[in-house]
């Protein structure tokens, strides 16, 4: 057994341990690499790890994020207008802000502190426990392209 010290580089591993997972190459390998790259669709994960897996297809990668999802390893966004993303960030009722020019995706941390962030006026007799809030803007990159394009 390795001592405790030792543990980061082992974490993916124990993490789809402790979600119920058995551990393979190519669910070590999404993991990691969402870890390094959140919010990446299953497009994106493939385009990162095929190389290093031969083997795999983007309908091989997008099963073993929907399996991320259900046992609560991952999370899952829908941007509108752009493919499921997914990130490791979970549970902590993180909100997203949305580039609707490039599409660039970043967290916002939850807007009050605890969940949900927002009641509704009228929840119609529901316990309300989460809110998922999209903010739409312009990034910084797009901000400038758009003032250099206007003139
Ligand atoms: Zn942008
Ligand atoms: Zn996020």
């Given at each position: 057994m390795q001592a405790?010290?030792?543990m980061e580089p082992d974490l993916?591993?124990?993490a789809i341990?402790?979600?119920g997972l058995k551990v393979t190459a190519p669910r070590l390998?999404?993991?990691e690499m969402l870890r390094g790259a959140p919010h990446s669709s299953a497009e994106d994960i493939f385009a990162g790890?095929?190389?290093?897996?031969p083997g795999t297809s983007t309908q091989a990668v997008y099963g073993i994020l929907s399996a991320f999802a259900a046992a609560g390893l991952v999370r899952r966004f829908d941007p509108p207008g752009s493919p499921t993303r997914f990130e490791c960030r979970v549970g902590d009722n993180h909100h997203h802000i949305v580039c609707v020019r490039c599409r660039a995706v970043r967290d916002v941390d939850c807007v009050v502190g605890?969940?949900?962030c927002l009641q509704p006026?009228?929840?119609s007799g529901f316990v309300v426990f989460a809110a998922e809030v999209t903010f739409n803007g312009l990034c910084k990159?797009?901000?400038e392209q758009a003032a250099h394009t206007e003139v």
């Open positions: 405790a010290a030792g993916p591993a124990r341990r402790a979600a390998a999404v993991l790890i095929r190389s290093a897996l605890q969940a949900p006026s009228d929840d990159t797009c901000q």
